[in-house]
């Protein structure tokens, strides 16, 4: 498999929190075309693909995107830590905080939670290297 080693390689060192920010990031965990969404998207896909060589460059960059999400969850969680009531009001992050409080819950930035119905395999590996590319341009 692969090693894991208990520190960012890019640390996260937000010092100013932000709600509105992280309503905007946060679709980079859960979104569409999130980190989520591309780890899965890869890691399916990778099955389907006839060439050894491709299978396993899928295989890496799917595990690359689990780790993106960490570095956005640490941004997300440093951009509401130690909200008052009225910031997270004031904000419009009051509509997450409900349901989640400062958890990290993978959705878009509409709130929209994440779901396979928002990347494909169709196992095809023209049709799958395109959707890869059009959902990494709309980042």
């Not at 859960?30 to 998207?41: I, L, T, V």
């Not at 960490?70 to 904000?91: F, G, N, R």
């Not at 349901?99 to 990290?104: A, C, F, K």
């Not at 095809?124 to 890869?132: K, N, Y």
Request: net charge negative; charged share 20%.
């Amino acid at each position: 498999m692969w090693n894991y080693e208990r520190r960012l390689q890019y640390p996260v060192n937000i010092t100013k929190s932000d709600p509105g920010i992280a309503k905007i990031i946060i679709s980079q965990f859960g979104g569409p075309d999130g980190e989520m969404s591309a780890s899965m998207r890869y890691l399916s896909q990778r099955y389907s693909m006839p060439y050894k060589e491709v299978a396993g460059l899928l295989t890496d960059i799917g595990t690359e995107e689990l780790a993106h999400m960490e570095m956005i969850c640490a941004i997300v969680k440093q951009l509401t830590q130690d909200l008052t009531p009225e910031e997270i009001k004031k904000s419009g992050f009051d509509t997450y905080y409900v349901d989640h409080t400062l958890g990290l819950w993978p959705a878009a930035a509409a709130g929209i939670p994440q779901n396979a119905c928002e990347y494909q395999s169709k196992g095809d590996a023209i049709t799958d290297l395109f959707e890869d590319m059009a959902a990494d341009a709309a980042i």
